[in-house]
């Protein structure tokens, strides 16, 4: 009897738990590199200034990173009121890198160099994407648990409000962090 109670009880915790854990979203990544050249640290930084594609405000970048956050929602409705019961949420990532051509003329030194800084650079632009992923999962949680409306119509606007609103915030996280990072030179991706 007291194991039967004893799983009882357990069915009954599983059951409380919420059936619509947070996860991390979906994600795509897309990276799209420009090869740079140049045996010198000073001829692969000429190399990038020249080839960086990446221009945003009136000034060059040597790299970038966009997301994107999509999301889904379904809904049941009780003819008094409709509530959100499922989302789901897609992580679009695109990267823009520069790539070092590999040669062998290249003194192992700038070489090593080179990956220290690309580490750095890399690390940077990854944290855009944890925002973006951050964004993602909060999306999630807000319209899980922003209760019902009086109607569907009133749900769905707003349910794109919220999600809009959380883009936003993120949007200026982002901005701080490149701000307060100064675009990855503070933590460590400087060159040459």
Known sequence: MFEHHHITRLLLICSLLPSNALAEPETRINTVYYQVDGNTAEDIWVDIIAKSPVKQNGKQHVAYTRWNVNWKFWWYDHGSSCEINKVTTRLDVAYTLPRLKQSA????????????????????????????????????????????????????????????????????LEKEYDRSTNHGLNTGAVYP
Do not use: F
């Open 105 to 172: 003329s290249i003194p192992q030194s700038v070489t090593a160099h080179w990956e220290k800084y690309y580490a750095a650079l890399l690390d940077h632009e990854q944290g855009h994407k944890a925002l973006g992923v951050k964004a993602a999962i909060e999306i999630e949680h807000q319209l899980l648990n922003m209760g019902p409306r009086r109607n569907c119509e009133q749900l769905e606007l707003d349910a794109n409000k919220m999600a809009r609103n959380v883009i936003d915030k993120y949007s200026q």
